[in-house]
């Protein structure tokens, strides 16, 4: 028994050490090594890649994320379902679909014997990615994808240089044929793909050059640079995943990814135009594009962190200076400020109420030109001729130059929803708007305040050319040392008010603006804690954020956002916009989107005889201007606006859904002429 035990062992020995070289001379062998980087198969000249390392960690059994079982049960998800997108993707996007296939195929690879194949173990999930080069004209891209492999899947490829192996697949439908080092693929019904093989690395594109491109550089064959050795991804890529782990206390688990911005531009010319140009573009979008200009733009460098309570973005845009104007030159080369003197005390000014703040970076003077500039021309006319009749020299651009001057080099902007308790008598507003209260805040330097009280003098002087009725002053703070002005006007949309604070010494040297008087008291209390009233300093996650970006920190700019407040304005828009439809009644903001552009034709075609400009019609002529455009829009409304009031609700009932996923949310600048960073985090909640 024991020799036959004995000869038994021995004949198995042998058999597995025949096998293992048979398997190795005729199949694959297991001690090729590996690729260093699947990046070292990426062109560097490629227009667009993303990449994903360790996936299969991401999952619990694929394709169902780690994180599904909690997400599925929340009621935040609930209330998903019900949205557009969710229709939208598991329909007509086919998710669905591709879900049933993925599991379709993951049960049939279960059933190979012995090998236990899964599409994440050997295929996605140790190393992953996807680039290419654009094609314009409407052409789909040039793409590869590139994965490291198990030997399972490297022994199958190598199984398909066996003629046999191949009438089998073709028997089941694909067509295989081998070309030099590639693989060629014709999937019933679909286009040619090419396959190729180095080490533990398969690439499968849509191009025969192109992957014959990635598998000589992967091979090391071509002596070009690779995705891998480029300096912006070292830097712009990982380094940033290095700095944000050291923030945060643990390893991003990101996309990386990477985008050719001209190149972009150059094929697709709504980029390239954005945010827009022409008579008819909003002053929102005109002000914008004074700052950002996406010709400007060269390259997107970043990478998205998904972690179970938070989605961040690191993003790096590579600027082309010699594209930007000087205007646009100065404001992204204003000096950054230290976190902890510029950033932190302000906070004691922004109530807990509100729904978000902004602090950025800027010349004022360069921000208050470009704002004026986005006016109508006729607008601008009439604010400068005012002016000068009220003694200020050089209109317009004189105040601006004065006033800024005396002015830090930043700006604050505080946003909360417009729902605070009524007055039992409120300031009449001609325009009904459900938009929040805001609040721009700067800060005057320190021995210019006589500067400042000469240009808000002329203000109090004068306010009835600037078009206000009449205006109240407000007293509040401790002892009512701090002094609101409020003037009325019934052209200010919700409100029916502008109202200016001027804090001096006791409110840190800050001089706020705002549609809403009621906003201003608010950041009052806030700052001196009265009357119940709290700063959102006192928030624990937003100073917990601010904490770790350490003590040295500078910013250009920083912005918060509070979810639950955020649905809150987002509910008052939704039932301004249910309550249009129901009246039949045209939608405000449809009408204030509409009307410059009709009132510009109608002054134009009927009116340009009677007065220099539309503001200066007066009387029977400007009643009779006004009832002429009234009507007008009245008529577009009636066959066009009616449809988009029920759009506008159904948009707004999706965007509630979407937000019932966030918590909180922050974002962080660094600026200069040749880059732009931004740290983009929301915290969820399910």
Not at 158 to 169: Q, T
């Amino acid at each position: 028994m024991k020799k036959i035990l004995k000869y038994t062992g021995i004949g198995l020995v042998s058999l597995a050490v025949f096998g293992s070289l048979a398997f190795t001379a005729f199949v694959y062998n297991v001690f090729e090594g590996s690729v260093v980087d699947i990046r070292t198969g990426i062109p560097r000249t490629v227009d667009f890649y993303l990449g994903k390392r360790g996936l299969a960690g991401d999952f619990t059994k694929f394709p169902e994320p780690q994180f599904w079982s909690r997400f599925e049960s929340g009621p935040a998800y609930v209330q998903l379902r019900r949205s557009k997108l969710h229709s939208y993707a598991l329909n007509q996007a086919g998710l669905g679909q591709a879900l049933e296939e993925l599991e379709r195929v993951q049960d049939q690879l279960a059933e190979i014997p012995l090998l236990n194949v899964t599409i994440l173990g050997d295929v996605l999930g140790e190393d992953l990615a996807i680039a290419g080069r654009l094609r314009g004209s409407g052409q789909p891209p040039t793409w590869a994808s590139y994965a490291r492999v198990s030997w399972k899947i490297c022994s199958f490829y190598n199984l398909l240089g066996y003629s046999l192996v191949r009438e089998k697949m073709a028997n089941q439908g694909l067509a295989l044929s081998l070309d030099g080092d590639l693989v060629q693929l014709q999937p019933p019904g679909a286009p040619v793909l090419w396959m190729a093989r180095v080490l533990d690395l398969i690439i499968l594109g849509n191009d025969k050059d192109f992957v014959a491109e990635s598998r000589a550089l992967a091979a090391g064959e071509l002596a070009k640079d690779t995705l891998q050795v480029s300096p912006d991804y070292q830097d712009l890529v990982l380094g940033q995943l290095d700095a944000f782990a050291e923030r945060q206390g643990f390893r991003a688990n990101a996309v990386e990814l990477n985008l050719d911005l001209t190149r972009l531009a150059r094929d697709f010319p709504a980029f390239a135009a954005w945010p827009g140009e022409g008579p008819d573009l909003s002053q929102e979008s005109k002000l914008l594009g004074s700052f950002v200009q996406t010709k400007a733009m060269r390259a997107l460098w970043g990478a998205i962190d998904f972690n179970e309570d938070s989605i961040s973005a690191l993003l790096t845009i590579d600027m082309n200076r010699n594209e930007l104007t000087p205007q646009q030159t100065s404001f992204y080369s204003t000096q950054p400020g230290d976190v902890n003197r510029w950033l932190r005390p302000k906070l004691r000014c922004i109530p807990s109420t509100a729904a978000g703040f902004l602090m950025l970076r800027l010349p004022v003077q360069l921000f208050l030109e470009e704002f004026v500039a986005s006016l109508e021309k006729d607008a601008r006319d009439l604010i400068d001729e005012g002016l000068r009749r009220s003694g200020q020299r050089g209109g317009v651009r004189g105040l601006i130059e004065s006033f800024a001057r005396g002015l830090k080099p930043y700006v604050l902007v505080i946003i909360r929803n417009n729902d605070y308790p009524k007055f039992q008598t409120e300031y009449e507003v001609k325009i009904p708007s459900p938009a929040p209260a805001v609040a721009w805040v700067v800060e005057v330097r320190k021995r210019e305040q006589e500067r400042i009280d000469q240009v808000l003098g002329l203000l109090r002087k004068n306010y009835r050319r600037f078009g206000f009725q009449s205006q109240y002053e407000i007293n509040t703070g401790p002892g009512g040392a701090v002094r609101i002005d409020e003037w009325p006007s019934t052209n200010i949309p919700g409100t029916g008010q502008i109202a200016i604070l001027e804090g001096g010494s006791q409110l840190g040297d800050l001089l706020m603006l705002s549609n809403s008087g009621k906003l201003l008291q608010e950041c009052v209390r806030s700052y001196f804690n009265e009357k119940g009233a709290r700063s959102i300093g006192t928030n624990e996650r937003l100073l917990e954020n601010i904490q770790r970006m350490g003590k040295n920190e500078k910013l250009s700019g920083f912005a918060w956002v509070e979810g639950e407040n955020v649905r809150g304005i987002l509910s008052r828009y939704l039932q301004f916009a249910l309550d249009a439809v129901r009246s039949n009644e045209p939608d405000p903001n449809w009408m204030i989107v509409n009307r410059p552009a009709v009132e510009r034709r109608i002054f134009e075609q009927e009116f340009k005889r009677k007065a220099a400009s539309k503001f200066e019609l007066r009387g029977a002529d400007r009643e009779a201007f006004e009832k002429r455009v009234s009507d007008v829009l009245g008529v577009r409304w009636q066959s066009e606006g009616q449809g988009r009031g029920q759009q506008m609700v159904s948009e707004f009932e999706d965007m509630q859904r979407y937000l019932e996923f966030l918590d909180a949310a922050y974002l962080l600048i660094r600026s200069e002429p040749r880059r732009v960073e931004c740290e983009l985090r929301a915290f969820l909640r399910y």
